[in-house]
């Protein structure tokens, strides 16, 4: 446990896996750009950075987990930006949600400083984080890989490697999409059900029950019975990622027309004031057009 390891971004994701670094015995030297939301860390062992080219100065491989490509370019460029004080030979681990594009460009900076970018985005939420249940998708050179799997391992038990740099985050984009389209079934499921004369707690428990409860299905579906006052992910955040999709969609020749239709049902969510909440509000909006009460909310 000799390597420093550095995190940017501490949000709700970033800050649990930085916490099982800690946990694991790692010491770990953080950025946040708000700098309150990395107390609790710095209670357990953090040492929180004024900058991320701070972490980058300590740390042998640096962690990033931020919201957005625009977030991303903000902590890795300029004079005080992760690539000003990377060390020759460091690991950048980037496991951002942003375009393919985006991180191999990161990558081919980073390489011309003398490091090795891992594009690894995962799949789960900060439930599955706190299960020890987190999977990584993996893009980059396998010495690279092999160099990072104990630290990835702390976080998560689940790393597959796709391939090149960029690859990894074309898989995330195509598992995320999924997401938001599993919950647009299952509320369609519920709400036929009950428009059918089943009260909505027996037709979720009833799906919940049967064989198409996915993981993601079984602890995010009931939602639609309580919504939680803090989103797992919220609508905005979502409709980042699908547009990614569509994007990607577009570039490749794919067609993703359940994609397009549940990104104009999370628009309607949106103009109906509910873009704060987690993304199963996608229900909601359903509910409505049903002539059916809302899910409650905490």
Same mark, same amino acid.
């Given at each position: 446990?000799?390597?420093?390891?550095?995190?940017?971004?501490? @949000?709700?994701?970033?800050?649990?896996? %930085?916490?099982?670094?800690?946990?694991?015995?790692? %010491?770990?030297?953080?950025?946040?750009?708000?700098?309150?939301?990395?107390?609790? *860390? %710095?209670?357990?062992?953090?040492?929180?950075?004024?900058?991320?080219? &701070?972490?980058?100065?300590?740390?042998?491989?640096?962690?990033?987990?931020?919201?957005?490509?625009?977030?991303?370019?903000?902590? %890795?460029?300029?004079?005080? @930006?992760?690539?000003?004080?990377?060390?020759?030979?460091?690991?950048?681990?980037?496991?951002?949600?942003?375009?393919?594009? +985006?991180?191999?460009? *990161?990558? +081919?900076?980073?390489?011309?400083?003398?490091?090795?970018? #891992?594009?690894?985005?995962?799949?789960?939420?900060?439930?599955?984080?706190? +299960?020890?249940?987190?999977?990584?998708?993996? @893009?980059?050179?396998?010495?690279?890989? &092999?160099?990072?799997?104990?630290? #990835?391992?702390?976080?998560?038990?689940?790393?597959?490697?796709?391939?090149?740099?960029? /690859?990894?985050?074309?898989?995330?984009?195509?598992?995320?999409?999924? /997401?938001?389209?599993?919950?647009?079934?299952?509320?369609?499921?519920?709400? /036929?059900?009950?428009?059918?004369?089943?009260?909505?707690?027996?037709?979720?428990?009833?799906?919940?029950?049967?064989?198409?409860?996915?993981?993601?299905?079984?602890?995010?579906?009931?939602?639609?019975?309580?919504?939680?006052? &803090?989103? *797992?992910?919220?609508?905005?955040?979502?409709?980042?990622? #699908?547009?990614?999709?569509?994007? *990607?969609?577009?570039?490749?020749?794919?067609?993703?027309?359940?994609?397009?239709?549940?990104? &104009?049902?999370?628009?309607?969510?949106?103009? /109906?004031? #509910?873009?704060?909440?987690?993304?199963?509000?996608?229900?909601?909006?359903? +509910?409505?057009?049903?002539?059916?009460?809302?899910?409650?909310?905490?």
């Amino acid at each position: 446990m000799t390597a420093t390891l550095g995190f940017v971004g501490l @949000g709700v994701m970033g800050g649990r896996m %930085a916490k099982r670094l800690l946990d694991a015995g790692y %010491a770990v030297v953080g950025y946040n750009r708000t700098r309150e939301k990395a107390r609790w *860390l %710095a209670q357990a062992g953090l040492r929180v950075a004024g900058s991320p080219r &701070e972490v980058a100065e300590a740390a042998e491989a640096v962690f990033v987990m931020v919201t957005d490509g625009a977030a991303l370019d903000a902590v %890795a460029r300029g004079p005080e @930006g992760i690539l000003a004080g990377l060390r020759r030979g460091a690991l950048v681990i980037e496991m951002s949600t942003v375009s393919p594009a +985006a991180v191999r460009a *990161l990558g +081919a900076e980073v390489a011309a400083r003398g490091g090795a970018l #891992l594009d690894a985005p995962v799949s789960g939420s900060s439930v599955t984080i706190e +299960a020890g249940q987190l999977s990584f998708m993996v @893009g980059g050179e396998a010495a690279a890989l &092999e160099r990072a799997r104990p630290w #990835l391992l702390a976080i998560g038990p689940t790393i597959t490697h796709v391939g090149e740099v960029g /690859l990894a985050k074309a898989m995330k984009i195509a598992i995320n999409q999924g /997401l938001a389209v599993q919950m647009l079934a299952f509320s369609e499921s519920v709400l /036929l059900a009950e428009k059918a004369g089943i009260p909505r707690e027996r037709a979720v428990e009833a799906v919940l029950r049967s064989v198409i409860a996915s993981p993601m299905v079984k602890y995010r579906g009931p939602f639609v019975l309580g919504m939680p006052a &803090e989103a *797992l992910f919220d609508v905005g955040m979502m409709q980042k990622d #699908l547009g990614l999709a569509l994007e *990607l969609g577009r570039a490749t020749g794919v067609p993703l027309p359940s994609v397009a239709l549940v990104n &104009e049902l999370l628009t309607a969510a949106r103009g /109906l004031g #509910l873009a704060a909440y987690d993304f199963a509000v996608v229900f909601d909006v359903l +509910a409505r057009l049903a002539g059916l009460p809302p899910s409650r909310k905490s």
